[in-house]
C-alpha cells in the first residue's frame, strides 16, 4: 500500500518554463514533506521541505505547494534548466516517526533544451 | 571530503556468499539509516539506528544484519546472499526528524 504517490514516472518539459512535479499521499498523520533530486549513480540529495502548517515554502527557482484537504503536494521549478533534469523524489514523515521517511517512487524530469 | 561515503560502490557475488557494505558520515549526525532501492527504484527503509540504537527495523530477512560500532558508522552484514538480493543499497544520516537526509552515493549489489 503506497502512502506516498508519484503518478508520473516521468515529465519533459522546455528549457525556460515551468516544471511542476506532483505527489499525492494517503496518510493524515505526515507533518513534514521533502522533496529529493537524484541524478544517475548518486545518493539523492535534499532539495527543499515543507510542514504541515504551512501551505508554501519557497527556495530560489523551487517552491513546494501543500494542500493538506487534498492531501497533495507540488514541488514548481522556475524557469526549468537543464540541470534540473533528474529522478525527483517526494517523501513525508509521519508524527512520532523515529526519523522515518516514506517515499514515493520517484519522477523523472527532462528539461529540453 | 566525502560527507556520507559508503564502499564498496559496486559489489558483485555469487549465491550464497556473505558480504559486507560500510558506511560512515563526518557530518556528526545522530542518526544513520540503510536504505534499499529496488528495481522498481522506490526507496525502502531497512534499518535505522539512533546514536548506536537500533530504533527501526522494517520487515527485513533476518540474514541482514546492522552493525553500528559509533555513532558515526553504520555498517550492513548479508549473509547467504539470494539473487533477490540485487538492488542499490544506499546509507544516510539525519540530525532531525524530517530534516534532509545525506544519502550516500549508493552501492549497487549484484547477486549471480
Known amino acids: 500500500d503506497q502512502q506516498v504517490k508519484q503518478n508520473s514516472p516521468s515529465l519533459s518539459v522546455q528549457e525556460g518554463r515551468i516544471s511542476i512535479l506532483n505527489c499525492d499521499y494517503t496518510?493524515?498523520?505526515?507533518?513534514?514533506f521533502l522533496w529529493y533530486k537524484k541524478y544517475p549513480a548518486e545518493g539523492p540529495t535534499f532539495l527543499i521541505s515543507?510542514?504541515?502548517i504551512k501551505d508554501k515554502n519557497e527556495d530560489g527557482r523551487f517552491t513546494v505547494f501543500l494542500n493538506k484537504s487534498a492531501k497533495h503536494l507540488s514541488l514548481h521549478i522556475v524557469p526549468s534548466q537543464p540541470g534540473d533534469s533528474a529522478v525527483y523524489f517526494c517523501?513525508?514523515?509521519?508524527?512520532?516517526?523515529?526519523?522515518?521517511?516514506?517515499w514515493g517512487a520517484g519522477t523523472k524530469l527532462i528539461i529540453k533544451p | 571530503d566525502t560527507a556520507v561515503s559508503q564502499t564498496p560502490k559496486y559489489l558483485v557475488t555469487q549465491m550464497g556468499n556473505d558480504k559486507s557494505i560500510k558506511c560512515e558520515q563526518n557530518?556528526?549526525?545522530?542518526?544513520m539509516y540503510w536504505y534499499k532501492q529496488d528495481s522498481k527504484k522506490f526507496l525502502k527503509i531497512m534499518f535505522s539506528?539512533?546514536?548506536?540504537?537500533?530504533?527501526i527495523n522494517e520487515t527485513v530477512p533476518n540474514r541482514f544484519s546492522p552493525k553500528s560500532p559509533d555513532k558515526a558508522h553504520l555498517n550492513l552484514h548479508i549473509n547467504s546472499l539470494e539473487l533477490g538480493d540485487s538492488a542499490v543499497y544506499f546509507c544516510?544520516?539525519?540530525?532531525?526528524?524530517?530534516?534532509?537526509?545525506?544519502f550516500g552515493s549508493g552501492t549497487r549489489l549484484t547477486v549471480v
Open positions: 517523501a513525508a514523515s509521519p508524527l512520532d516517526s523515529n526519523y522515518q521517511l516514506i
Open positions: 496518510n493524515s498523520m505526515f507533518d513534514y
Open positions: 515543507i510542514s504541515s
Open positions: 557530518l556528526g549526525h545522530d542518526t
Open positions: 539506528y539512533n546514536n548506536k540504537e537500533l530504533i
Open positions: 544516510a544520516s539525519s540530525q532531525l526528524q524530517g530534516a534532509g537526509y545525506t
